[in-house]
T-cell receptor
Framework: GENVEQHPSTLSVQEGDSAVIKCTYS??????FPWYKQELGKGPQLIID?????GEKKDQRIAVTLNKTAKHFSLHITETQPEDSAVYFC???????????FGSGTQLTVLP | GAGVSQSPSNKVTEKGKDVELRCDPI?????LYWYRQSLGQGLEFLIY????????KSGLPSDRFSAERTGGSVSTLTIQRTQQEDSAVYLC??????????FGPGTRLTVT
């Protein structure tokens, strides 16, 4: 089955700086890669996703890149703000699997 | 519009008791998923419904776990003879396309 590795597990940045979180996946049949933001006591919130026919996608301060050959994808947050502080999860799905396989999460802290 | 709702938000039960967790998906979403999130861990897939059918039950950890979905809408996850290792946040997600998944706030289950 699919295995998703996520790094780093914790990340602290100064407000206004950029943050990058990286994930690798194992199943070459995976074709959908979402990112979720989870605040304390809440469910994961879908913030951006990318499909395997696209190399990069942007939405305001958030971007995701995908390298299918290397089987890795990354989340980039620019101009970070304190409200960006949360746990971020990457995930992968596709092939015969409808369920998402999640990475272990990154605790992002944006320092004011 | 209304998102995915789950009830109860918190449940404390004694070891050996049965519990039922409920999920109301977004209206019109035909796919429904259950995941489990243990303390400080990533999300673990449990079961997937398409309509009222469950084509993938591969994530259910034991035969004490079961789920059903009626009318293509509400789903119930039942855990029989609860054990302390069942303590976790149980998350439900729904999807219209079967790809993008939108999560509810979760039910925090504590088995004492």
């Amino acid at each position: 089955g699919e295995n998703v590795e996520q790094h780093p597990s914790t990340l602290s940045v100064q407000e206004g700086d950029s943050a990058v979180i990286k994930c690798t996946y194992s199943d070459s049949a995976s074709n959908y890669f979402p990112w979720y933001k989870q605040e304390l006591g809440k469910g994961p919130q879908l913030i951006i996703d990318i499909r395997s026919n696209v190399g990069e996608k942007k939405d305001q301060r958030i971007a995701v890149t995908l390298n299918k050959t290397a089987k890795h994808f990354s989340l980039h947050i620019t101009e970070t703000q304190p409200e960006d502080s949360a746990v971020y999860f990457c995930a992968a799905s596709g092939g015969s699997a409808r369920q998402l396989t999640f990475g272990s999460g990154t605790q992002l802290t944006v320092l004011p | 519009g209304a998102g995915v709702s789950q009830s109860p938000s918190n449940k404390v039960t004694e070891k050996g008791k049965d519990v039922e967790l409920r999920c109301d998906p977004i209206s019109g979403h035909t796919a429904l998923y259950w995941y489990r999130q243990s303390l400080g861990q990533g999300l673990e897939f449990l079961i997937y419904f398409q309509g009222n059918s469950a084509p993938d039950k591969s994530g259910l950890p034991s035969d004490r776990f079961s789920a059903e979905r009626t009318g293509g809408s509400v789903s119930t996850l039942t855990i029989q003879r609860t054990q302390q290792e069942d303590s976790a946040v149980y998350l439900c997600a729904s999807s219209f396309s079967g790809v993008e998944q939108y999560f509810g706030p979760g039910t925090r289950l504590t088995v004492t």
